[in-house]
């Protein structure tokens, strides 16, 4: 039986396109080939990241703005340092909100000076930083919009001069923004776009190409955009599963239709885990994740019998970071409101039972 899959990443998918891409696998578009097998070059694969890239970017809402979008290999943690690599010449300013900021933040300190702007490590990130003063003349700005290990999301972006790059690896086509507002977006795909092994970034093309340094070419942005996003062999399945998770989308109503479903799971969980007072929230309330709803529970004698009953319901993935504790459940596109609403009665039946 296909359980209730609430893990952080590699995460759940749509059904449909698991189904389209193990045939795909097999056999694609009846050619007697697999499409893990044909060369990259060909026209279908080509075809192929084509659609990938021009979905993203429609779905974004930043076709014919100055964007390009390129899947590339080597995870968000690569864009740590590829951001800084292309983009960072004397000072840049980041805000920490999570381990992946400070992560992102000691990889751009190899290549210049980072001043941190804002952090949430005083309370172990369990909130976003607010009021905080942007200094002036910085090559640019980064930010987490969605903090996976503990549950926080931002809701109002930095407002600065500078370039706004952004690492949105767990919360990319899952809600509204002003994506424009952003010079360089990424994602690794396996939190809410397909399997891992391949990572979404979209750049605008005017801020790249203004730095001395030399970029060796794979971890330059211009080398990658010249080459279509197949300068090496990119990472097929990784890409072709993408591309149909984002025609999945599309057919959904886009971004806005999806947003309403994920903004209806998280009032479910976060009513459940308000109400029940067996359970307390992880995240400051402004600050909650749509995607990842992170909670503890309030007497810790209880745990062994929480977890066999969520086992029990076919729930999986919910056990929380090492570094937060307690319970986390990702809830991205793909999931359905009949899961999270399984949870929700397993978190019910522990306090009719307790
Ligand atoms: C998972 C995650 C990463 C790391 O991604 P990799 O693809 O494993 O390098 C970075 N940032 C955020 C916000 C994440 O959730």
Redesign the pocket.
Known sequence: MKKHNFS??PCILPQEVFKEASQALLDYNDSGLSIIEISHRSKDFVDIMEEARSLALELLGLEGKGYKALFLQ???????LMAAYNLLTSKAGYINT?S??D??IKEAKLFGKVVEIASSKDANYNYIPKGYEIPDSLDYVHC??????FGTQIKDFPASNSPLVC?????IFSRQLDFSKFSLIY?????NMGP?GT?LVVVKEDILGKINRQIPSMLDYQVHISKGSMFNTPPVFAVYVSMLTLRWLKQLGGIPAIEELNEKKAKLIYSEIDLNPLFKGFAANEDRSTMNATFTLVNEDLKETFDTMWKEAGINGVNGHRSVGGYRASMYNAMTMESVAALVDVMGDLERKA
Request: glycine share 16%; no cysteine; net charge neutral.
């Open positions: 952080a990443g080597g995870g968000a943690s690569t864009q740590f999570g992946w900021s992560k992102a987490t919009s969605n903090n996976t290990i690492d949105m690896s767990s919360d994602a690794g795909a396996q939190k891992a990572t």
